[in-house]
T-cell receptor, first 116, second 114 residues
Framework: EAGVAQSPRYKIIEKRQSVAFWCNPI?????LYWYQQILGQGPKLLIQ????????DSQLPKDRFSAERLKGVDSTLKIQPAKLEDSAVYLC??????????????FGPGTRLTVL | KQEVTQIPAALSVPEGENLVLNCSFT??????LQWFRQDPGKGLTSLLL?????REQTSGRLNASLDKSSGRSTLYIAASQPGDSATYLC?????????????FGQGTTLQVKP
C-alpha cells in the first residue's frame, strides 16, 4: 500500500514570495490533514478536510494561507505572501475514519520550508 | 484546555540501556494515544496506537502503556540501539474534538551512544 506522498520535500523562498505544497493521501482515505511543525515543537493542525469539504480551519492564518481539496483526493496548501515565521515543516496526514471519530493517522515525509 | 506534555525534552543514554519516555495529558476522555518517531528532516512514523480501552501495546522492543486515570503514557524501549536515536512524539485524539485532530506533545529527542 502506497503511503502519503508530498512534494516538494524542500523549498527555500524569500519573504513575501508565494509557495505551494502538494499532498496525495493514501487511497480510500476520506480525511486529510495539514499540520505545521515549527522547529522544536510538535505539529499543530492547520486545516482538515473530509472528502472535499473543510472540517476545521480555525488555526489557519487565512490572510495568507489557503488550501483546497477539489476532487476529494489530492490537496494543495498555499502561502501568499510568506513571512519569516512560516519557516517550518508542513506535514500532510490522512485517515480512513470520518471527522470527529477515532482513526489512526498516517503521515507523509513533509515539506521543509525556509523563508529568508 | 487539552494539552500534552513530554518530559524530558532530550535524553542521552549508552547503548544497551532500557529507557522510558514519558507523556502526560489533561482530560482522560480520549479516543486513542499514538506514539510517533521522527528522524531529522523526515516525516512521522507511527510506532504504536493505544485505544482508550487498552492498557498497553507492544511492538518488538517497544512497549507503550496508558493510564487514563493519572493522565499518563510511557514508551518503554528495551536494549536501546544507536538506530533508536530520533525524536519521539506523543499525540492524542480527544473525544470532545469534533474533528478528530491530533494534539501533540513537544517531543523527546533521544540519543543512544555506541
Amino acid at each position: 500500500e502506497a503511503g502519503v506522498a508530498q512534494s516538494p520535500r524542500y523549498k527555500i523562498i524569500e519573504k513575501r514570495q508565494s509557495v505551494a505544497f502538494w499532498c496525495n493521501p493514501i487511497s480510500g482515505h476520506a480525511t486529510l490533514y495539514w499540520y505545521q511543525q515549527i522547529l522544536g515543537q510538535g505539529p499543530k493542525l492547520l486545516i482538515q478536510f473530509q472528502n472535499n469539504g473543510v472540517v476545521d480551519d480555525s488555526q489557519l492564518p487565512k490572510d495568507r494561507f489557503s488550501a483546497e481539496r477539489l476532487k476529494g483526493v489530492d490537496s494543495t496548501l498555499k502561502i501568499q505572501p510568506a513571512k519569516l515565521e512560516d519557516s517550518a515543516v508542513y506535514l500532510c496526514a490522512s485517515s480512513f475514519g470520518v471527522a470527529g471519530g477515532p482513526g489512526e493517522q498516517f503521515f507523509g515525509p513533509g515539506t521543509r520550508l525556509t523563508v529568508l | 484546555k487539552q494539552e500534552v506534555t513530554q518530559i524530558p525534552a532530550a535524553l542521552s543514554v549508552p547503548e544497551g540501556e532500557n529507557l522510558v519516555l514519558n507523556c502526560s495529558f489533561t482530560d482522560s476522555a480520549i479516543y486513542n494515544l499514538q506514539w510517533f518517531r521522527q528522524d531529522p528532516g523526515k516525516g512521522l512514523t507511527s510506532l504504536l496506537l493505544i485505544q482508550s480501552s487498552q492498557r498497553e501495546q507492544t511492538s518488538g522492543r517497544l512497549n507503550a502503556s496508558l493510564d487514563k486515570s493519572s493522565g499518563r503514557s510511557t514508551l518503554y524501549i528495551a536494549a536501546s540501539q544507536p538506530g533508536d536515536s530520533a525524536t519521539y512524539l506523543c499525540a492524542i485524539q480527544w473525544r470532545s474534538s469534533n474533528t478528530g485532530k491530533l494534539i501533540f506533545g513537544q517531543g523527546t529527542t533521544l540519543q543512544v551512544k555506541p
